[in-house]
């Protein structure tokens, strides 16, 4: 199937991450990997999917600390502890309302996205749903996943063959990895086109990690947005949904790049391990 190229976690929702030669995989993911948000008194869960809202998060890193604990880089630079009065002041300042940063989901925490001008970047049902709320954007609302702060999927990995595909398809674009935001990236040499849309329901050893993939990712506007050193770039996504929009469940034919997995057996997984397909669903 590939060999680890890179592994990637995010300790704050919604920050740029970190990036990492080995990472343990614990049944609920990457250790380490989403176990803090940034919340508002409304109940919304800190979320760049609606950038109008959340968008200055992508201007701050997360890393973890040898404890567990999170340290936050703010945009000028100062390191803060997750969980301290003062990063929860700086923050407040940086979005312009009352936020803290929390381990704890909430229990019905709400996610809200923007929604996007191009066809398949939501499903119909939702963008029938959608509202203006007080930044005047057009957004769905929904909740995170239960008892966490991920949107859907425990691990997310992208392939190099996908997003040279894209570069093929569209060379104005810049289809970094780092963009879509992966907990693992898998070199896929001399692959064409979207190897991944074979893959569903395939079984997967990883390093020591035995893994399912359940589902290609329905892209949203957060690869379109700067990422640290990496300008804005709004076309992607369109390219996106111009080359590949693909069956998700019952939600129709969505913009997708990548593919969610389950961890089926935790354990470590190392940049260089191997991926092998350990049965196939067929």
């Known amino acids: 199937m590939g060999t680890v190229a890179a592994v990637r976690r995010y300790p704050v929702k919604s920050m740029l991450g970190e990036a990492l030669s080995s990472a343990w995989v614990t049944s609920r993911g990457v250790h380490g990997d989403r176990v803090f948000a940034v919340l508002d008194e409304s109940g919304a869960v800190g979320s760049v999917k609606h950038p109008r809202k959340w968008g200055p998060l992508l201007r701050c890193r997360s890393r973890l600390t040898g404890s567990g604990a999170a340290r936050v880089e703010l945009p000028d630079g100062t390191a ?23 381990d704890l989901p909430p229990q019905a925490g709400v996610l809200e996205r923007a929604v996007p001008e191009y066809e398949g970047g939501l499903p119909d049902v939702a963008r029938e749903r959608a509202f203006a709320d007080e930044t005047g954007e057009s957004i769905t609302s929904g909740e995170v996943a239960a008892g966490t702060f991920f949107d859907y999927g425990q691990i997310h990995l992208v392939t190099t063959a996908s997003l040279a595909r894209m570069r093929a398809v569209h060379p104005a674009g810049d289809f970094d990895a780092r963009r879509f935001r992966p907990n693992l990236v898998l070199a896929t040499p001399g692959g064409a086109g979207f190897p991944e849309d074979a893959w569903s329901g395939w079984v997967v050893r990883i390093g020591q990690a035995l893994l399912r993939i359940t589902l290609p990712t329905p892209r949203c506007v957060v690869p379109t947005l700067a990422h640290g050193e990496l300008p804005a770039d709004p076309g992607i996504m369109r390219a996106v949904a111009r080359e590949h929009r693909i069956p998700v469940l019952t939600l129709g034919a969505l913009s997708c790049l ?25």
């Open 258 to 282: 990548g593919v969610y997995l389950e961890v089926l057996e935790p354990g470590e997984i190392r940049v260089g391990d191997v991926a092998t397909a350990v049965h196939t669903g067929q």
């Open 80 to 102: 803060l502890d997750a969980g301290s009065a003062e990063l929860d002041a700086r923050l407040s300042k940086l979005l312009g309302r009352q936020v803290a940063v929390s």
